[in-house]
Structure formats: structure tokens, C-alpha cells
């Protein structure tokens, strides 16, 4: 059974949320608390293997715990329960595992639940949460699709591009639309094979085949698949670094 804690200033939200958790017979809640220092406190010790996060604390911002949240090690898997849908953008670069809007569904909480028991250390089975780490060690990404985690080999991908709020993984025979921000994804790459060029495109040196001139100090890159991607000016230097020209 999955271990979560609650992090609300709003206690009918927090009472609420319990219900709904408890209800389904997945979850034991082991703590709540409506601050950030106190939470941070409880969960060093707790350990919980999820964290429901409000966003607007009293005086503060859940998006500040979040943070710390990150840099434990194991770190909880983090969902923001909010009434504010602006943050979501911001919430998945924290690595959020989802965002689930006031007031609370039973269905929606279920299907958050069976999206984490995909990722997630469950009873005595052990279903893998994979950190940049490990996506490196094995050569490997681990991305949502549609509910589904893929593991996509890294030399597979030719580039990734982030387009109107959406990001997308080219491989040389499948486009993929995934929920990661483009600076998560970012983090669980090599750095020694994949460059940003542009502030929406991260490229796989590896399948770089020509390097064309445009305009205002500016290049495409011709890719393997013959797909053409932007190098802004702010990008050059490090990409001549890294290629040696």
C-alpha cells in the first residue's frame, strides 16, 4: 500500500482528499500538515512514497517544498492538488508526477493513483521510478504517453521540440507527445550527447549530418531523418564547443 502525505492549509481540502485516498483502498495516509516547514520535517522522517501538495499555502508556496522535495534521496513522488491551473507548467518542471484541480474527483484521484503504481515502489513489488541517474546508467528515457510509460533507447532520438505548451520526442521512425516539460527531459539526458540549440529544441549530436548557414550568425541543423532544426545565436558558441568548428 502507498504511503502519501498532505500539504494544505485548507483542512476541509485536506479532509476531503483523505477521504477520497483512504476510500480507495490504495493509500495510507501517515501525515499532513499546513506549512512548509512542518511538512519538509515530517516527511524526512516519514518517508512517504507521495506527497499531495496545495500550491497557495498561507504565506508561502508549495512550489518552495517542491523544490526540497526534489533533492531527497528517494525523493516522494510529488502531485500538486491545487485550485490554480496557471502553475502546471512550472509544477511539471519540478518533476510532478501529476496536477489535479479542486475540488476533487474520485475518478480523477484514481487515475492518478494507477499512474504512479507504473512508476513507483508498491508493497513488495518493486515497479521502477527513474531518475536522471538511472536513465543515463541505462541509455535509456522513461517518458509518459498517454498514460503509458515508454523507455526510449537515447540513441534512438533525433532530436526534442517543445511547440505551444506541447513537447515532442523525433525518433527516426516515430514523433512522440509527452508529458515532461522540455527542461525535465533535459535533466534525465546525457550531456555528453545530446545540446539545447534553441530554447525549444534539444538535439542528438550523434544524429547531426550537416551543419547549414542561415541567417544573422544563425545554422539549421540537417538531421539523419532530414528534419531541419534552428540553432539561435544564444546556442552557437556551444555548439561549435562541442563539435570542435
Not at 125 to 150: C, T
Request: glycine letters at 2%.
Amino acid at each position: 500500500m502507498l504511503k502519501a502525505y498532505i500539504v494544505d492549509d485548507e483542512p476541509l481540502a485536506r479532509d476531503e482528499l483523505k477521504y477520497l485516498l483512504v476510500r480507495s483502498k490504495q493509500v495510507f495516509v501517515i501525515g499532513e500538515s499546513d506549512c512548509v516547514e512542518d511538512a519538509i520535517a515530517d516527511i524526512l522522517g516519514l518517508k512517504p512514497d507521495i506527497v499531495f501538495l496545495d500550491i497557495e499555502l498561507a504565506d508561502e508556496s508549495g512550489l518552495d517544498l517542491a523544490k526540497q522535495l526534489e533533492n531527497l534521496n528517494p525523493a516522494p513522488a510529488t502531485i500538486f492538488a491545487t485550485a490554480y491551473d496557471e502553475f502546471a507548467l512550472k509544477a511539471f518542471e519540478l518533476n510532478a508526477v501529476d496536477y489535479i484541480l479542486k475540488p476533487f474527483d474520485e475518478e480523477r484521484i484514481n487515475k492518478t493513483l494507477k499512474k504512479i503504481k507504473k512508476i513507483k515502489k508498491i508493497g513488495d513489488h518493486d515497479f521502477p521510478i527513474y531518475s536522471s541517474e538511472n536513465n543515463i546508467q541505462n541509455g535509456k528515457i522513461a517518458v509518459l504517453v498517454d498514460e503509458r510509460i515508454i523507455l526510449l533507447p537515447n540513441a534512438d532520438i533525433v532530436y526534442l521540440e517543445s511547440s505551444e505548451g506541447k513537447c515532442a520526442i523525433e525518433t527516426m521512425d516515430q514523433k512522440y507527445t509527452v508529458s515532461d516539460a522540455l527542461v525535465v527531459l533535459e535533466k534525465k539526458l546525457p550531456n555528453t550527447k545530446f545540446l539545447r540549440v534553441h530554447r525549444s529544441f534539444i538535439v542528438n549530436i550523434d544524429h547531426i549530418v550537416e551543419i547549414e548557414p542561415w541567417f544573422n550568425s544563425t545554422y539549421n541543423l540537417i538531421m539523419k531523418n532530414d528534419s531541419k532544426v534552428p540553432v539561435s545565436r544564444t546556442y552557437v558558441k556551444e555548439l561549435k564547443q562541442m563539435l570542435g568548428f
